[in-house]
């Protein structure tokens, strides 16, 4: 146990760190070794996310008067939380990923996003969706899609207008 001055710093570095944050994950880290908890967090932090590890009653202060204390009904037992400060899938998928990866029966008990408590079942379901990168992707190339085809309509006749004059020249120069 830290003192009391610890304890107080512990929680006011929370509660800096919980107000930059978009999504918010309560996970399960039992059985997990550091090792495994390094590969993690090095994964996480590439995504610009963390993961911690807090006492839950000094997480539960943190949380107080924040919009984020609904999740305190979720730290019941070894709880790390993961935080995302980019892409909010991509914490999600990190984690997902790697228990799925390594075989792992760990499990996201719950989060929180965009000022709703997420259930294990809905983060279940943010892990399926595509990043924001990929989106972004996606947006792209359904812009660029008609344009191609926009630039292809209107190079057409110009090409079609070069290979007859050039099937032309070739049968003049057959001819004579």
Do not use: H, W
Request: net charge positive.
């Amino acid at each position: 146990m830290g003192t009391l001055a610890q304890k107080q710093k512990t929680v006011a570095e929370l509660q800096e760190t919980l107000q930059d944050t978009k999504v918010s994950l309560v996970v399960d880290y039992r059985g997990l070794s550091v090792k495994e908890m390094t590969e993690i967090r090095r994964e996480l932090y590439k995504e610009d996310a963390l993961l911690t590890i807090t006492k839950n009653t000094l997480l539960k202060r943190a949380l107080e008067g924040n919009d984020m204390a609904a999740i305190t009904d979720l730290l019941a037992g070894p709880t790390a939380l993961a935080l995302g400060r980019g892409d909010q899938v991509a914490p999600v998928k990190i984690i997902k990923e790697y228990f799925k990866k390594n075989k792992k029966t760990n499990e996201i008990r719950g989060g929180f996003l965009d000022g709703k408590l997420l259930s294990s079942e809905e983060v279940e379901t943010l892990s399926k969706l595509p990043s924001l990168d990929e989106l972004r992707a996606k947006l792209v190339g359904g812009i660029a899609s008609p344009l191609n085809g926009l630039v292809a309509s209107l190079s057409s006749p110009q090409r079609a207008l070069v290979s007859g004059l050039d099937q032309l020249a070739k049968q003049k120069e057959q001819q004579g």
